[in-house]
Nanobody, 118 residues
């Protein structure tokens, strides 16, 4: 079983920065993607950014140019550097890993709160 543990959330003023980190542990055979999703109150969970082991990254339009995703394949970690944060970025951020474990699997972290407010 794979476990994902996030860290780095918190309260920040508009225009500020935060860095989220996520570490995967357990028996990991093949990783297809690692990424970040977020869910704001009353809204559906949405993709923020995703990266492949080959370092191909995709971002939602709302965060392009402000957020940067990176990963370390040897350690099964993924980070999200968030700059120029806006109040609309306020949400619970979830780490996600798509991987193979006797079939294609999705694993999720427990979530970390990011609040952007003055």
């Amino acid at each position: 079983q794979v476990q994902l543990v996030e860290s780095g959330g918190g309260l920040v003023q508009p225009g500020g920065s935060l860095r989220l980190s996520c570490a995967a542990s357990g028996t990991i055979f093949i990783v297809y993607t690692m990424g970040w999703y977020r869910q704001a109150p009353g809204k559906q969970r949405e993709l923020v950014a995703v990266i492949t082991p080959g370092n191909s990254a995709n971002y939602s339009d709302s965060v392009k140019g402000r957020f940067t995703i990176s990963s370390d394949n040897t350690k099964n970690t993924v980070n999200l550097q968030m700059n120029n944060l806006k109040p609309e970025d306020t949400a619970v951020y979830y780490c996600h890993m798509e991987h193979w474990e006797y079939g294609r699997r999705d694993s999720w972290g427990q979530g970390t709160q990011v609040t952007v407010s003055s």
